[in-house]
C-alpha cells in the first residue's frame, strides 16, 4: 500500500508595517529576543512571551512549540526558525514563521502588543494527496464527532498549554487521527472559534483528501489518516492471530488415565519446554547484562554533569555586583520568565544576565538539569551561556553581552549565502 505523507517545512510572513535599520536599538531588542529563544521556551515547557526594550523601540514576542515535542525536537525547531527568520526578514517590524517537521514550532515578534489577542490571518495549509476511498457520508459523521472532542478538551486547556489528541475508527482497517493546539495567551472562548474556524478552512480547500493541516497566529490543526503525534493516545492496536498449527501423528501412547498422546505431540512437549528454559535464561542474562552497562554509563554521565554545572556556577555576590545590585539603570528588558540586565565582571567582561521570576517553584536539581540543557544547545554562532549563579530563591543565567552587532551577522556575516553556512550550524546543533 503507497501511504502518502504530509511533510510540514515552513511558511513565512514579513509584515509591511514598518522597517527598522541595522544596528538600531529595535533591531538589538530583537535580536536580544531571538538570541537565547531555543533554551529559554523548552526552560518554560514549551510557550514563552516576552516584552523587550521601551516605546518606541519595544518588541514583543512570542514562541511555542506543539505540544507533544520532546525538550530537544522544540530546541531543534526553534533554532531553525529564528536563523531561517532573520535571513528572510531582515529588518522588518514584525514577522511570524512556522517551521518544523514532524513536531512544528511558531515563532513570532512586533512592535504592538498581540498578547492575549485572537488572529486568525495569516495562514499556511496544505492537505494529503490521496482521496478517501470510503462513505464520504460515514466519514463525515465520524470525522465530525472526532474534532468536535478535540476541539473540546484543546479549547479547556490552561494559561500554559492548550492541547489536544485523539483518534477514531473509520472502517476496521482505517484510524482518523487529530491534532489541535491553541497558544495559551487566548481565552476558552477565542481559541475555540479559532479550532472551528481552522476546521473550516480545512474541509473548504481540502474535502474529500486523506489529511491536511491549517497553522495560524492563534491556534493549529491537523488531521490524518495515519499517526503522526507522540505516544499521547490510549488506543493499542490488537495484535493479529496466530494461524493453527497442524501435526501429523504416527506413534500412539497411552497416558496413566489411557487417554492417547501422540508421539509427536510428546516431542512438541520436550522441546518447546527445554526450548522457553534456553530463552528464559538468555533473556535474564541479557537484561542483567544491559542494566549493569546502563548503571555504569549513568555513573559516569552523573560524574561529567557535576563537574559541568560546577565549572558553570558563579558566585552570586560577583554577579550581584557586576549589574550594580540589579540596578535598573542596567535592565535591558522584562520577559514572563524574568527581567534582563546588563553587567561588568571585575576584569571588565560585558554580560547580560536573565533573572528568572522568584515565583517559580522549581528547586535547585531542576534548575541545575535546565542549565546542562542550555550548556549543550551551545554553539559558536550564538549568543553564548557563560555560567549560572543561584542563592535562595535567586536564579540567575549569565550570557555574553553582544553590544555592537546582532545575531545575523554571526550567523551570515557580509556575503555569505543561507543554504551553507546555516546548514553547517544546523548539523552542529543536532
Known amino acids: 500500500m503507497?501511504?502518502?505523507?504530509?511533510r510540514l517545512t515552513s511558511g513565512q510572513t514579513c509584515y509591511d508595517t514598518g522597517n527598522f535599520t541595522t544596528n538600531s536599538t529595535y533591531g538589538k531588542n530583537r535580536d536580544l529576543f531571538l538570541s537565547s529563544l531555543a533554551s529559554t521556551v523548552t526552560a518554560n515547557k514549551g510557550f514563552y512571551t516576552a516584552t523587550i526594550g521601551q516605546i518606541p523601540d519595544e518588541v514583543y514576542g512570542l514562541a511555542l512549540c506543539r505540544g507533544d515535542s520532546s525538550p530537544e525536537s522544540c530546541a531543534s525547531c526553534l533554532n531553525f526558525t529564528v536563523l531561517d527568520m532573520m535571513k528572510n526578514c531582515p529588518n522588518q517590524k514584525e514577522a511570524i514563521s512556522w517551521e518544523?517537521?514532524?513536531?512544528?514550532?511558531?515563532?513570532?515578534?512586533?512592535?504592538?502588543s498581540f498578547f492575549g489577542k485572537l488572529e486568525l490571518k495569516p495562514t499556511e495549509i496544505a492537505h494529503n494527496v490521496n482521496n478517501i476511498t470510503s462513505s464520504l457520508t460515514q466519514f463525515d459523521r465520524i470525522w465530525?464527532?472526532?474534532?468536535?472532542?478535540?476541539?473540546?478538551?484543546?479549547?479547556?486547556?490552561?494559561?500554559?498549554?492548550?492541547?489536544?489528541?485523539?483518534?477514531?475508527?473509520?472502517?476496521?482497517?482505517?484510524?482518523i487521527y487529530a491534532l489541535m493546539q491553541c497558544t495559551p495567551d487566548i481565552s476558552q472562548s477565542d481559541c475555540e472559534f479559532c479550532l472551528r474556524q481552522s476546521m473550516a478552512d480545512v474541509q473548504s480547500c481540502c474535502y474529500g483528501k486523506k489529511g491536511s493541516y491549517i497553522m495560524g497566529p492563534s491556534c493549529i490543526f491537523r488531521w490524518e489518516m495515519y499517526p503522526f503525534y507522540g505516544a499521547t493516545a490510549d488506543s493499542l492496536s490488537p495484535s493479529p492471530l496466530s494461524p493453527p498449527s497442524?501435526?501429523?501423528d504416527t506413534t500412539i501412547a497411552k497416558d496413566k488415565g489411557g487417554n492417547s498422546i501422540s508421539s509427536g505431540t510428546v516431542v512438541i512437549i520436550v522441546v518447546s519446554t527445554?526450548?522457553?528454559i534456553i530463552a528464559l535464561v538468555a533473556l535474564i542474562t541479557c537484561v542483567f547484562l544491559r542494566r549493569r552497562k546502563k548503571k555504569q554509563k549513568q555513573n559516569l554521565r552523573k560524574a561529567d554533569e557535576i563537574n559541568t554545572v560546577e565549572s558553570l556556577q558563579f558566585d552570586f555576590s560577583t554577579i550581584r555586583d557586576a549589574t550594580n545590585n540589579f540596578s535598573t539603570d542596567n535592565k535591558l528588558g522584562q520577559g514572563g520568565f524574568g527581567a534582563v540586565y546588563k553587567?561588568?565582571?571585575?576584569?571588565?567582561?560585558?554580560?547580560?544576565?536573565?533573572?528568572?521570576?522568584?515565583?517559580?517553584?522549581?528547586?535547585?536539581?531542576?534548575?541545575?538539569?535546565?542549565?546542562?540543557?542550555?550548556?549543550?544547545?551551545?554553539?559558536?554562532?550564538l549568543v553564548r551561556l557563560l555560567g549560572f549563579s543561584f542563592e535562595e530563591t535567586e536564579r540567575l543565567l549569565i550570557y555574553e553581552f553582544v553590544p555592537n552587532s546582532s545575531v545575523d551577522?554571526?550567523?551570515?556575516?557580509?556575503?555569505?549565502?543561507?543554504?551553507?553556512k546555516l546548514l553547517k550550524i544546523l548539523f552542529q546543533l543536532s
Open 100 to 112: 518544523g517537521m514532524d513536531f512544528p514550532c511558531v515563532v513570532r515578534y512586533s512592535s504592538r
Open 246 to 248: 497442524t501435526t501429523t
Open 409 to 420: 551577522k554571526f550567523i551570515f556575516g557580509n556575503g555569505c549565502t543561507f543554504p551553507f
Open 274 to 276: 527445554s526450548t522457553f
Open 144 to 175: 465530525r464527532s472526532l474534532m468536535d472532542r478535540v476541539l473540546a478538551k484543546a479549547s479547556l486547556g490552561t494559561s500554559k498549554l492548550k492541547f489536544a489528541t485523539d483518534e477514531a475508527n473509520l472502517t476496521s482497517s482505517e484510524t
Open 343 to 381: 553587567g561588568r565582571l571585575s576584569h571588565g567582561q560585558e554580560i547580560a544576565v536573565k533573572r528568572l521570576s522568584k515565583n517559580s517553584v522549581q528547586g535547585e536539581l531542576e534548575f541545575k538539569n535546565e542549565v546542562l540543557l542550555v550548556a549543550r544547545l551551545q554553539h559558536r554562532n
Open 2 to 6: 503507497l501511504l502518502s505523507i504530509i
